[in-house]
Nanobody, 114 residues
Framework: QVQLVESGGGLVQAGGSLRLSCAASGSIFSINVMGWYRQAPGKQRELVAAITSGGGTSYADSVKGRFTISRDNAKNSVYLQMNSLKPEDTAVYFC????????WGQGTQVTVSS
């Protein structure tokens, strides 16, 4: 069984920063892609950023230049550094990995006040 545990969410003022962390554990043999999605109230879940096993990254247009995704393969962990946060970044952020299947974390709330 695979578990993803997220941490680092919270309340921050606009312009501030937060760093999300996600650690995967369990029967993981090889993780291909790690990423972060977010879901705001009344909206669909959307991809924020993803990183491949080789280090290739992709970002939603709305976060380019402000967010940075990174991973530590030895720790089966993925991180999301979020700078210059805006109120529209407020959402529940979900960690995900693609290994033999896709797995999801429980989500962590990020709230950006104006």
């Amino acid at each position: 069984q695979v578990q993803l545990v997220e941490s680092g969410g919270g309340l921050v003022q606009a312009g501030g920063s937060l760093r999300l962390s996600c650690a995967a554990s369990g029967s993981i043999f090889s993780i291909n892609v790690m990423g972060w999605y977010r879901q705001a109230p009344g909206k669909q879940r959307e991809l924020v950023a993803a990183i491949t096993s080789g280090g290739g990254t992709s970002y939603a247009d709305s976060v380019k230049g402000r967010f940075t995704i990174s991973r530590d393969n030895a720790k089966n962990s993925v991180y999301l550094q979020m700078n210059s946060l805006k109120p529209e970044d407020t959402a529940v952020y979900f960690c995900t990995i693609i290994a033999r299947a896709q797995y999801w974390g429980q989500g962590t709330q990020v709230t950006v006040s104006s």
